[in-house]
């Protein structure tokens, strides 16, 4: 029976969890306690002493592989747990082992059950100062722990819970929290290990080499054509402005004139330090699978920051708690954000008003700031709760008033601090989410499948870890007399015509490392009889280097076509015919999500399969551009997903949503289920964010880069950009 009994144990260690009485032959237990270990997702199960435990053997295998796997690894620190290490084991009820440390720590957050299998502990690790146990409680792991260590491993018993009136409020909600979050880690003057290896203190250590940081932003303008006769006039003539941030230099700079260090010593090219905001549902859709997938997500993001970027952590379920302040990302910092994060459980409703307000919260009252600022929240579920309005009647939040004028780009302030939501599952509410997205400048991602959550979170911070430009403004002059602007086609980025027509302006805000822009400038261009050439347009951009917080000014040339007395045919340019594609499928599918959500699913459809009748009969499919070839695909997709009313509230509303959010911005974003198994999605990829998913599904597939933390690399510009 003892045999079978440790089978059973070591096949029901992860996720089943039984209850079974001791038997004469099980001396591993007291005579009065049973085993009980109660977890999320499956039900207890009770034998008498004449039930026998027999799993299939394929089931026995598996758990017993990955019982192995378990034992090696501290599922909260992700640190080795093998004896000998100078650090305590503890083991609980139901089997599963920790650091003392670390389970000591998850505990004192407020957590009284396993962060594996959220089994309910009857006992918990406390931490002793006194090398004697204090009465009735008992010394656990002697072995493993060190004998000069003043703590002591005790266990104390949990009492029973208290009656809670609100049961959908999660325990970490309960200690409480200040009304003004102006308790931010000061950034400090620490110098990361690049810094430290070069001998200088200067934040720019290529400055000391006498090489540049990196090259200026591009600014280049085509016209639709080359030419057009001096005779005509045009009253809609195109003009295409395009934009390229500086490369990433392919993250590399030797150090010279440095006597003490190797000839051939390399450091990484130093980047601009973020504070991000992480605004999480733990609402009780999110038990099992989602929850676990999303810590794993969340400890990817906080291996990957640096030790002077800032992470804050927000929780919300009925109700929203800051979870963890504003921090560093230092080897302590990242060790107490895993802690917290590991700590969640879902429970409750859906707040995500509540959520998106502490979140924002936490970047209005901060001390001090970091170059670059962005918000990340997730959902999975629709916002069951709702604000009032003066009139009394209840409706739906309004997003833009829970985010200050400094966040969403209002009175006062030109530029955003971004909101990158990502909506996961078939039950989120979408059309919220790309609400908050667009609002404040941020993109809107679907996650279709569970799976891809961690390769979506990398996706973002690929990028937020690669800004090189800071609150960017184009403004548009036109040089001839008689040219003056029409229209300016720039998606969801605000841009501003003067009343007499000659000057335009764009604000473009920031861009990633290698990150393009293209903006659609209408002109009108008069007839010019006595000059062989017109002189259009002449475009300026300034903008804050997010390192060195200068102000840096460009301006083009000036952008002139040929006024030949007869013009000929001309074809149109593929670049400013795929950019005229790219706007015509963003219409289009805004025009169909509108049909769609009137109930005219056959009108949706329609709409988009005369978009893609377009596309299909222009200059730049026909020379197969991947990115009209893939806006094609993605048309169709979008027909398939408006099928019938259930397949278009389930993933057609979400995944039409992510398409113009990503098109309107020109920023890459998940969609779907996956992040880079289309050219679609990789249309706007830039090569940090391309490193950054990468490094993810290396990690995922258990590469050995996921066994050890993966330190920052900025920039990542090694890989080609796909096109």
């Avoid at 720590?105 to 918990?124: D, F, L, Y």
């Avoid at 293209?518 to 903008?543: H, Q």
Wanted: a neutral charge.
């Amino acid at each position: 029976m003892g045999s079978k009994w440790r089978k059973a144990k070591v096949a029901l260690g992860l996720n089943l969890c039984a209850n079974a009485p001791r038997t004469r032959l099980d001396n591993e237990f007291d005579d009065d306690d049973d085993l009980e270990s109660i977890s999320s997702g499956a039900a207890s199960v009770r034998h008498s002493d004449a039930a026998l435990l027999s799993p299939p053997s394929n089931a026995f295998k598996l758990s017993k592989s990955l019982s192995r796997s378990s034992k090696k690894m501290c599922s909260i620190c992700l640190a080795s747990m093998k004896p000998g290490g100078g650090h305590a084991i503890f083991t609980a009820e139901c089997s599963h082992s920790f650091h003392f440390q670390c389970i000591a720590s998850n505990v004192k957050h407020g957590n009284q059950v396993c962060p594996i299998c959220r089994a309910k502990w009857k006992e918990i690790p406390l931490q002793c100062p006194s090398l004697d146990p204090p009465p009735g409680r008992a010394r656990v792991n002697p072995v493993d722990w060190p004998q000069n260590n003043a703590l002591m491993t005790v266990l104390r018993h949990v009492p029973p819970p208290r009656p809670i009136p609100f049961r959908n409020v999660a325990p970490l909600l309960q200690a409480p929290e200040p009304t003004i979050f102006d308790d931010d880690e000061s950034l400090g003057h620490q110098l990361d290990s690049s810094q430290k290896l070069a001998g200088t203190s200067d934040p720019n250590p290529a400055a000391d080499s006498g090489e540049s940081r990196m090259s200026m932003t591009k600014i280049s303008m085509i016209p639709e054509v080359p030419a057009v006769s001096r005779f005509n006039a045009s009253d809609d003539f195109t003009v295409l402005v395009h934009l390229k941030a500086p490369a990433s230099d392919s993250g590399k700079i030797l150090c010279r004139n440095q006597p003490d260090m190797p000839q051939a010593q390399v450091i990484q090219t130093p980047r601009a330090p973020i504070d991000l905001v992480t605004v999480l549902d733990i609402s009780g859709s999110m038990a099992g699978t989602k929850l676990a997938l999303l810590k794993r997500a969340m400890s990817f993001v906080i291996q990957n920051l640096g030790p002077s970027d800032r992470l804050a952590v927000i929780a919300f379920s009925s109700t929203a708690r800051r979870l963890f302040p504003l921090r560093r990302m230092s080897e302590t910092g990242r060790h107490e954000a895993l802690q917290a994060v590991n700590s969640l459980v879902a429970n409750g409703g859906t707040n995500i008003a509540e959520g998106l307000r502490k979140g924002a919260k936490i970047m209005e009252d901060r001390r001090e700031k970091n170059p670059v600022a962005s918000i990340i929240l997730l959902s999975d579920g629709q916002d069951t709760y709702t604000v009032s309005s003066s009139g009394g009647n209840q409706q739906q939040p309004n997003y833009q008033l829970l985010l200050p004028s400094s966040m969403h780009g209002g009175e006062g302030s030109n530029f955003k601090i971004p909101v990158h939501t990502f909506g996961f599952g078939a039950d989120h509410d979408a059309s919220s989410m790309h609400s908050i997205s667009e609002i404040s400048g941020g993109t809107f991602s679907f996650i279709e499948t569970e799976g891809v959550i961690q390769d979506a979170f990398a996706q973002c911070i690929g990028g937020l870890l690669s800004v090189v430009v800071k609150e960017l403004q184009l403004s548009i002059d036109c040089v001839h007399p008689g040219v003056y602007l029409s229209s300016l086609r720039a998606g969801s980025y605000r841009s501003h015509i003067m009343s007499d027509g000659r000057k335009g302006s764009i604000d473009v805000g920031d861009l990633y490392a290698d990150e393009e822009r293209d903006f659609l400038v209408s002109i009108k261009v008069p007839a010019d009889y006595l000059r062989n050439e017109t002189s259009l347009l002449k475009v300026r951009c300034v903008y804050k280097d997010p390192l060195t917080k200068e102000m840096v000014n460009l301006e083009s040339e000036e952008l002139r076509i040929s006024r030949p007395e007869e013009a000929g045919q001309t074809s149109v340019s593929i670049e400013v015919d795929r950019q005229q594609n790219r706007l015509q499928a963003a219409e289009a599918m805004a025009q169909a999500r509108t049909a769609a959500e009137k109930g005219d699913l056959v009108g949706a459809t329609s709409i988009l399969e005369n978009s893609r009748k377009v596309l299909s009969q222009s200059v730049s499919i026909k020379c197969h551009d991947q990115l009209c070839l893939a806006l094609y695909t993605e048309l169709r997709e979008m027909q398939e997903r408006m099928a019938n009313r259930h397949v278009y509230e389930a993933s057609g509303r979400a995944y039409i949503l992510s398409g113009l959010s990503s098109h309107s911005w020109q920023r890459a974003t998940a969609r779907g289920d996956s992040i880079d198994g289309s050219s679609l999605v990789q249309a706007y990829q830039t090569p940090s964010m391309l490193e950054m998913v990468t490094r993810s599904q290396a990690t995922l597939l258990g590469s050995p880069s996921s066994q050890r933390p993966i330190r920052p690399v900025w920039p990542l510009g090694s890989q080609p950009r796909p096109r």
